[in-house]
């Protein structure tokens, strides 16, 4: 009797440790598939917030907002690569983004070249800062253990490449030129340099008229609905601007006008124009 009860509890114990096995292996199993599927949401998201910011490209007027793009785009990939480089996403899931990591490369060697790392991480050394490498240490991480390329300068989005003439850009104003500041390089010798324009029309206005000064005659548009002026739409500076308004003097007045391409300018009308 006391045998039969042994092997009972002896029994009883043994289907009580497979069973713990079982469901131990069965919670592990759910836990690891609970990761897997935020691993899966994460690299969604980022692929979409990738996507996001690669959309805004075209709209990026300032260096700081181009930046802020590049950081942007440069964070979402580094949590990629961290996810990688911790083995929780496959090598191969990471393919879909490759060209993009080739991209994340040029901008951290763009951001090296302009010395951001001094502008936003300055502690570092005085007048060195952080390299783009320390700042995004798991893409440097993952850079090196599959040796990834580096894109060509043409792959950089438009913003970066611009980078440069971006804040020129930002502040530049239309002006509609038109008589003798489209032909005889009075704009060169007014600006200090050579400015390239593009054909435009300005409806609504006489561009034969003409004023006096000292006894010189120049064209100076007035109103006239059954009009139009052919000119050129050149982009320049404020200070330029206001180094025009001088020119110009007094017998003339600024105006900003709408173009036939919808395009908003200045012009210099006679100073007694609508």
Same mark, same amino acid.
């Given at each position: 009797?006391?045998?039969?009860?042994?092997?009972?509890?002896?029994?009883?114990?043994?289907? $009580?440790?497979?069973?713990?096995?079982?469901? $131990?292996?069965?919670?592990?199993?759910?836990?690891?598939?609970?990761?897997?599927?935020?691993?899966?949401?994460?690299?969604?998201?980022?692929?979409?917030?990738?996507?996001?910011?690669?959309?805004?490209?075209?709209?990026?007027?300032?260096?700081?907002?181009?930046?802020?793009?590049?950081?942007?785009?440069?964070?979402?990939?580094?949590?990629?690569?961290?996810?990688?480089?911790?083995?929780?996403?496959? #090598?191969?899931?990471?393919?879909?983004?490759?060209? #993009?990591?080739?991209?994340?490369?040029?901008?951290?060697?763009?951001?090296?070249? @302009? &010395? /951001?790392?001094?502008?936003?991480?300055?502690?570092?050394? *005085?007048?060195?800062?952080? %390299?783009?490498? @320390?700042?995004?240490?798991? /893409?440097?991480?993952?850079?090196?253990?599959? +040796?990834?390329?580096?894109?060509? #300068? *043409? *792959?950089? %989005?438009?913003?970066?490449?611009?980078?440069?003439?971006?804040?020129?850009?930002?502040?530049?104003?239309?002006?509609?030129?038109?008589?003798?500041?489209?032909?005889?390089?009075?704009?060169?010798?007014?600006? &200090?340099?050579?400015?390239?324009?593009?054909?435009? $029309?300005?409806?609504?206005?006489?561009?034969?008229?003409?004023?006096?000064?000292?006894?010189?005659?120049? %064209?100076?548009? +007035?109103?006239?609905? +059954?009009?139009?002026?052919?000119?050129?739409?050149?982009?320049? $500076?404020?200070?330029e601007l206001e180094k025009l308004d001088v020119y110009e003097t007094d017998a003339y007045r600024r105006k900003e006008v709408e173009l036939t391409n919808g395009k908003k300018a200045w012009v210099y009308l006679n100073k007694n124009s609508e």
């Open positions: 009797m006391e045998t039969t009860i042994a092997i009972l509890a002896i029994g009883i114990a043994i289907a $009580t440790a497979i069973a713990l096995f079982v469901q $131990t292996r069965f919670q592990h199993k759910q836990l690891k598939q609970t990761e897997n599927n935020q691993y899966d949401e994460t690299l969604r998201k980022s692929m979409g917030d990738l996507y996001q910011v690669y959309r805004t490209d075209a709209n990026v007027k300032t260096k700081d907002e181009c930046e802020l793009f590049a950081t942007r785009i440069l964070d979402i990939l580094a949590v990629l690569a961290h996810l990688n480089n911790n083995k929780k996403i496959d #090598d191969d899931i990471l393919d879909f983004v490759k060209f #993009d990591l080739e991209i994340a490369k040029g901008i951290m060697k763009w951001f090296d070249k @302009e &010395g /951001l790392g001094e502008k936003y991480h300055p502690a570092r050394k *005085a007048g060195i800062g952080y %390299p783009s490498a @320390e700042i995004w240490s798991s /893409l440097t991480k993952y850079f090196d253990k599959h +040796e990834t390329k580096i894109c060509n #300068d *043409a *792959a950089l %989005p438009d913003c970066i490449q611009n980078y440069k003439n971006l804040n020129w850009v930002a502040l530049s104003k239309n002006l509609f030129v038109y008589g003798t500041l489209t032909t005889d390089g009075t704009l060169k010798k007014v600006l &200090g340099r050579d400015v390239l324009g593009i054909p435009a $029309t300005l409806d609504g206005y006489d561009g034969s008229k003409a004023i006096t000064i000292e006894s010189e005659s120049y %064209p100076a548009a +007035e109103k006239n609905t +059954e009009c139009s002026i052919q000119g050129l739409l050149v982009k320049i $500076t404020p200070e």
